[in-house]
């Protein structure tokens, strides 16, 4: 699936980049192929709009942000959050032209991020309990370009099967490779998955899981929101330490996202710091990226077409395919894949 040629997808919110990044002006980003520009207005509100200036095309990003509006780099030209111009300086006493304006998206603030959807969204932006809930913390963790493809990221993180080899360096059991399955519970937009899994536990990871015991058990219940964003849900039963971990896998063009991951813990800082979370975190996320650039971006969600093999432990992303493949259907689409090589 090229994810820039499946127009429904632009229909869904994407996390972008931290809110703190606005503080340094006004942002480029690439989403689904799109270049956009975002900014903080003068509400504190995040507001983004095509990349490219309606007078000599020069992109917005390159500007600045003056009351709250976005004034073009090149000649002043300057729009409002709606992407309407207001003001083109070189002709103070004359009206402005009839359509002068650059397309805006639908654009929010949410859990620290900003968020856009290109197009009006078919669903809101997904919930996290977490975020209100009392007795937690929220921690970012990490912001990075990845190259391979969103729903290689979405389904590695229901692969419990990867455990064994790719992570057999910190928690993974290379002699218990038959993972524990999963109890689902499908909904229109995702589902919920549910299991019980055993993981190392060397003697380091004491502060983070509250257990020193060498095996301890995680209690997983994940969620997929349709269609790139995932809760990695992981109880430790032994301690009652919560590992909440969101990551959406924002689309940047057909062969790469943007990793933007946060944790949530219900324990303190002086029980285990940020820093020992992100460190903790830091070399399970560079596996997954390492293995998961070695596979081929232009995933397929078609399971009738026989281009991979599968196995038990596939049962989350063949889910996951289907579901898109459904979503594509529904919107009158076709999957679109490069084309076969030589
Ligand atoms: Fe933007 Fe001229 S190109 S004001």
Redesign the pocket.
Known sequence: MLVTQQKVLRKFWYALMPMSALDKGPQPFTLLGENIVVWKGADGKPAALRDR?C????KLSKGFVENGNIV?G????TYDCSGTCVRIPQNPDASIPAGARVPAYHCDERYGYVWVALEEPLQPIPYFPEEEAPGYRRILQFYEQWKTSPLRVMENSFDNSHFSFVHKANFGMIDNPVPAKYEFRPNDWGFEAETHVPVRNPEASFRITGTSEPVTERHLTNRWYMPFSRRFGCVYPASGIHHIIYNCATPIDDGTLMLVQWLYRNDSEEACSTQELIDWDRPITTEDRDILEATDPDACVDTRRRVEFHMESDKPGLMMRRMLMDLLTRHGESEVHNPPEA
């Not at 090149?74 to 030209?77: I, L, V």
Request: net charge positive.
């Open positions: 200036c007078h000599r095309t020069a073009c090149y000649h002043g030209w």
